[in-house]
Structure formats: structure tokens, C-alpha cells
């Protein structure tokens, strides 16, 4: 029976095709059979890993705090790039800045616990928290981008990277007004109890990824450039920091 691989469902739709091929790279890395599988949405991915379906999965900074300390999974490397969030309108919209945002504005996002605490801490030079803004919760950051462009919302969440992987026409309907600088909390490749003791080994298959132009090529269709090591101390620091700032 293969392992199971997954990734978290807040990649750009472009990202699809590379993260098949990289499930091809890694069973050629581990030789070893892995099937790649995507979930419609936070809910139902939570669901598999619940049920212990789930093997290998890239997740974001939220989910990483069960999985690695619920479920037994380690931490392989996060990509050099940290996760960040993106606050949108609609292209229309007379709000140019957050502080133009008013009481009672409805907000569209996903169920991603960190994008939502990053958000809302961008919201608060205009005054705005969960008492006076309505969420307006989405299954995918498409549908968040479908809400504002069909009038459903009034400003929408994005993580950064499934942001700029709309496609054009859809981006030509909204208008970004600030993107988080964090640089603290990343998505990161986790490994499940049955792949564990293979940690090393993928990690230094990753690590050197950048070195040939192929595994360049698959770098970029994933949106990124590198990896980088995570060790336990890391992962810790992370998780504790999600935890203290979602609490």
C-alpha cells in the first residue's frame, strides 16, 4: 500500500501540476510508492490526518502544531519563503488603505486559523475585530477571491503566495491594499511516524534541489526557490508561536 502525501489546500491552482511532479521526485528519492492526493478544504483534510490517511504532508504553521504534537510527525525543511497575508477588495472598492475600512465590513477567508490571526491583527489601525466585522468563511482562497468580485465581501484574507497565484483576470477584479512582513512562520514538509526515521535522508535531497537545473524548474513551479533544515528547537519555537498569537 502506498504512503499518502498531501499539501495544504492553500496553494495557487497553478501550483497543482508541480506538486504532482513533486510527489514523483520524492518516490524516486525514497523508492518508495506515494500517492498524491489534494482535500477540498481545511475540514476535510483535517478529517484524513484524524484518521491517520495522511503520510507526508507540506502544512501550514496551524496544522503543524497537531500533527507534530498530536500525531508523531517530524519536520523535514520549510521553503525560503516565510508565510505571509495578503488583505484585498474589490477592484472597485473606494477603500484604498485599511484605516479606510469601516465597522460591520464582511470579511471573506478561508478556515486557516494563521492567515485569519495575521488578518485581523492587520485590521487594527481601523479599529476593526471579530465584534464589529462579519466573516464570511470560504472553502478555498479562489472562493475568497469570488466572493469579493461578486460583491459577497468586502475585503478579503490571502495567504501571499495563493494571492499572486490567481490568474490574471481574476487579480484585475481586486485591488491588494497591504501584505504582512512578518518573517516568522512558514509552511513546512512534514513526515508521519511510518517515514520518520527517512528524515535525514529527504533532507538532504531537498536541500540540494537548487543545485540542478531541474530541480530549479521544480522549485519555481511550486513558488519557491529552496528549501531550508528544520530541527526540532525550530518547529517548536513555531508551533508556540502560532499558539500564543492564535490563543
Not at 520524492?26 to 475540514?43: A, C, G, K, N, P
Not at 500533527?67 to 508565510?83: T, W
Request: charged share 25%; glycine share 6%.
Amino acid at each position: 500500500m502506498p504512503y499518502q502525501f498531501t499539501v495544504s489546500p492553500d496553494f495557487g491552482p497553478d501550483q497543482l501540476a508541480g506538486w504532482h511532479i513533486f510527489n514523483t521526485w520524492m518516490q524516486r528519492q525514497l523508492e518508495t510508492d506515494i500517492h498524491f492526493e489534494t482535500f477540498d478544504s481545511f475540514d476535510a483534510q483535517r478529517q484524513a490526518i484524524s484518521e491517520d490517511r495522511v503520510d507526508i504532508i507540506y502544512a501550514n504553521p496551524y496544522d503543524a502544531s497537531f500533527l507534530v504534537r498530536e500525531k508523531g510527525f517530524v519536520a523535514v525543511a520549510s521553503p525560503r519563503k516565510p508565510d505571509e497575508t495578503t488583505i484585498a477588495v474589490p477592484a472597485d472598492s473606494p477603500v484604498n488603505d485599511i484605516e479606510s475600512l469601516e465597522s460591520g465590513c464582511r470579511i471573506a477567508q478561508t478556515d486557516d486559523p494563521d492567515i485569519s490571526m495575521m488578518g485581523m491583527i492587520m485590521l487594527e489601525p481601523a479599529n476593526l475585530d471579530k465584534s464589529n466585522t462579519e466573516t464570511i468563511i470560504q472553502d478555498s482562497y479562489i472562493q475568497v477571491a469570488k466572493a469579493l468580485i461578486q460583491g459577497r465581501a468586502d475585503v478579503g484574507f490571502f495567504l501571499r503566495e495563493a494571492y499572486e497565484g490567481l490568474s490574471s483576470l481574476v487579480k484585475s477584479q481586486l485591488k491588494p491594499l497591504v501584505t504582512s512582513d512578518i518573517q516568522l512562520v512558514s509552511h513546512t514538509l512534514l513526515l508521519g511516524p511510518k517515514l520518520a526515521q527517512r528524515k535525514d535522508e529527504l533532507g538532504k535531497r531537498l536541500l540540494s534541489m537548487s543545485e540542478g537545473p531541474q530541480g530549479k524548474s521544480l522549485l519555481d513551479s511550486l513558488g519557491f526557490d529552496s528549501w531550508n533544515p528544520v530541527d526540532e528547537e525550530e518547529m517548536e519555537f513555531m508551533i508556540d508561536l502560532m499558539e500564543a498569537l492564535v490563543a
